[in-house]
């Protein structure tokens, strides 16, 4: 993982760095778009920046031709695009789901709760009561910031917010508080956070951590709308 030194802290977010997405999916995993269509769309929509994040598991064999288109669209515009990836934490140990020179090649490195490893499975949210799954969810948040390894932690409560359209804030506090203390930023999620905010923005002023902004968009008809959410609430 290559170290990223514009990561702002919350309270020094600026319209410049607010004119960011480091959070997008294309045709190379689950999303509906071409790398191509994706900067097509983040231009017209007047974003300076953007990172393609595709989803990676450690039997992943795409990144090679990925990493290349990517770093061959960025050389031909003047749009900045960043190698990037999101994958899965993948126990309560911390460790997430990618292999270790994917991680050091990366300039964006996102793991993200998304299922649930219980013994041998993988369990949905909506699999447990609401209050067992945001526990679970919790956990292996602050397994992952304490092991490391990444950069960005993906969207923070985004599964319990998916089922059950809530997510503690005291939890919040202590991810938050976590990436913090260890360096991480906190992805800021279009998709999954736009519902939270009135909690989120007090928390992030009071322990202002860096942050990543992220639509988490799977095709090119939302990008830009959270960036313009965002200013009209923070600037």
């Not at 977010?13 to 191509?36: A, K, P, R």
Request: aromatic fraction near 10%; hydrophobic fraction near 40%; glycine fraction near 6%.
């Amino acid at each position: 993982m290559k170290p990223i030194n514009f990561f702002p802290r919350f309270n020094n977010l600026s319209c410049e760095s607010l004119n960011v997405d480091f959070h997008l999916h294309s045709t190379w995993s689950d999303g509906v778009n071409t790398i191509s269509e994706i900067i097509n769309g983040a231009q017209n929509n007047r974003i300076n920046s953007i990172a393609i994040t595709d989803h990676v598991r450690k039997e992943s064999v795409y990144f090679n031709n990925y990493e290349s288109e990517i770093k061959s669209l960025n050389s031909e515009c003047e749009l900045n695009i960043y190698v990037g990836f999101e994958a899965k934490i993948a126990d309560f140990i911390g460790n997430i789901d990618v292999k270790d020179d994917l991680v050091k090649r990366a300039d964006i490195a996102i793991a993200s709760v998304h299922r649930f490893p219980l013994g041998n499975r993988l369990y949905a949210a909506s699999d447990f009561k609401k209050e067992v799954a945001q526990e679970i969810e919790l956990e292996l948040s602050l397994a992952a910031l304490n092991k490391g390894g990444f950069n960005v932690l993906g969207h923070a409560g985004g599964m319990s917010m998916a089922h059950f359209r809530e997510f503690p804030p005291n939890f919040y506090e202590e991810i938050i508080t976590k990436c913090l203390q260890n360096e991480i930023a906190f992805d800021l999620s279009g998709r999954y956070h736009i519902k939270t905010l009135d909690v989120l923005y007090p928390l992030l002023k009071k322990h202002n951590p860096f942050i990543s902004i992220g639509s988490d968009s799977h095709n090119i008809r939302p990008i830009g709308n959270w960036n313009k959410r965002l200013k009209e609430d923070l600037l």
